[in-house]
């Protein structure tokens, strides 16, 4: 479970609650049925006037992955393994990765090592694998991309359902008692496209990202580990260039794991 957007959701709606409860504020006028309907149904169909019905409720799904843990990995462990895969193939040869291969949960890279037991052109296995990339990013933008109209939304119909609250209003000035709570119910619609944007779509779509960019990553790491596993090239000189992709700090932690394994 990913704490940090569980965290982030709770903890958004806990603080709004203290913010109006700290005031001296009554939490059930901040609720109004017609405000909600016109804020969140508006803009929910606008997000499906934008897409095809398909990738909208895919899309929807979507906030579900901001709470689970990536199943992607680590970068460590994929380095890792594709060390231990190159040392393999250099004592054994690179028919000896075939057997590893039906252990391998990751269809990317079962599919890499298949392509490279087959005797496949590098120039080839790097096309292949790379427009698998451009596919999956294409299909996670699809996701990502919902979550961001509706941030954009959100905004938009909450003013349009303060300017229906405020035309309505303004149609009913004989009764000063009655301006006062109009106001507020009107500005009600406001808030809820701000809350939209901020506290749930914004940051889903930006989380998505997060996962989105780590997945690319490790992927591309794969086709690199893959790509000089077939040219022969040395465990330690596929080790040092895949440890580019790493940050500066992490890289001495790989090296530590690695020697924690060896010991083991």
């Keep these: 479970m990913d704490l940090a957007s569980l965290i982030g959701l709770v903890g958004g709606i806990g603080l709004m609650l ?34 095809k019905l398909k990738d909208f409720i895919n899309g929807l799904k979507g906030v579900l992955l901001t709470i689970k843990e990536p199943k992607v990995g680590n970068v460590n462990d994929v380095i890792t393994n594709i060390i231990d895969m190159s040392n393999v193939a250099r004592k054994e040869g690179l028919l000896a990765l075939e057997e590893a291969a039906g252990d391998i949960d990751d269809e990317f890279l079962k599919k890499g090592i298949m392509l490279v037991v087959d005797g496949t052109d590098p120039e080839l296995v790097r096309g292949i694998l790379e427009t698998d990339l451009v596919s999956i990013e294409s299909r996670h933008k699809k996701v ?68 989105n960019a780590l997945e690319i990553m490790l992927k591309e790491i794969t086709v690199e580990g893959l790509l000089s ?10 080790e040092e260039k895949l440890k580019t992709f790493l940050p500066p700090k992490d890289r001495g932690a790989l090296e530590q794991d690695e020697e924690g394994g060896g010991e083991g």
Excluded: C, H
Aim: glycine share 12%.
């Design 18 to 51: 203290f913010g109006i409860i700290s005031n001296n504020g009554s939490i059930p006028s901040y609720l109004d049925v017609p405000s909600f309907i016109i804020t969140f149904g508006g803009s929910l169909m606008s997000v499906l006037a934008s897409f």
């Design 229 to 238: 596993i077939q040219a022969g090239e040395n465990p330690r000189v596929i």
């Design 144 to 211: 990502i991309g919902v979550w961001e109209k509706w941030a954009e939304m959100g905004p938009a119909w909450g003013m349009i359902g303060t300017l229906i609250g405020l035309i309505q209003m303004l149609n009913n000035m004989s009764d000063a008692s009655t301006i006062g709570p109009s106001m507020a119910v009107a500005l009600i619609t406001t808030l809820y496209g701000s809350v939209i944007a901020n506290w749930l779509a914004g940051p889903t779509a930006a989380k998505l990202g997060v996962n």
